[in-house]
Nanobody
Framework: QVQLQESGPGLVKPSQTLSLTCTVS??????????WSWIRQPPGKGLEWIGY???????YYSPSLKSRTSISRDTSKNQFTLQLSSVTPEDTAVYYC?????????????WGQGTQVTVSS
C-alpha cells in the first residue's frame, strides 16, 4: 500500500515562495512508470493540476503556473517537493500530492490527506 503525506508551512506571506514536501512510503518514486503529482483546490473551486515529476526525474507543469512552479525530488528520502514562487492570496488552497500512472493519465490511485496553505499578511 502506497502512502503519501504532505508537509510544510500552512501560512505563507504574499510574494514569498510556497514550499511543500510529499513523503512517499510503500513504493519508490523512481519506479516505472509513475508520475508524482501536485494538485490543489482553492476554496469554493474545483481541483487544479499543478504538475508532476516522473519516475525518470522529468518534470511537467500546468501552462498557467509553469513560470512560478518548480518540482524536485530527493530519492534518498523518497520525497518530492513543490515550490511555488511569488504567491498571492489566489494561491490559497488545499494542496495534495498524488500518484499518477503514465499509461492512465488523469487517474490518481493514491492521494495524500491534503494540507491547507493560506497566503496572507
Amino acid at each position: 500500500q502506497v502512502q503519501l503525506q504532505e508537509s510544510g508551512p500552512g501560512l505563507v506571506k504574499p510574494s514569498q515562495t510556497l514550499s511543500l514536501t510529499c513523503t512517499v512510503s510503500g513504493g519508490s518514486i523512481t519506479t516505472n512508470y509513475y508520475y508524482w503529482s501536485w494538485i490543489r483546490q482553492p476554496p469554493g473551486k474545483g481541483l487544479e493540476w499543478i504538475g508532476y515529476i516522473a519516475y525518470s526525474g522529468s518534470t511537467y507543469y500546468s501552462p498557467s503556473l509553469k513560470s512560478r512552479t518548480s518540482i524536485s525530488r530527493d530519492t534518498s528520502k523518497n520525497q518530492f517537493t513543490l515550490q511555488l514562487s511569488s504567491v498571492t492570496p489566489e494561491d490559497t488552497a488545499v494542496y495534495y500530492c498524488a500518484r499518477e500512472f503514465e499509461g492512465d493519465i488523469a487517474t490518481f490511485d493514491y492521494w495524500g490527506q491534503g494540507t491547507q496553505v493560506t497566503v496572507s499578511s
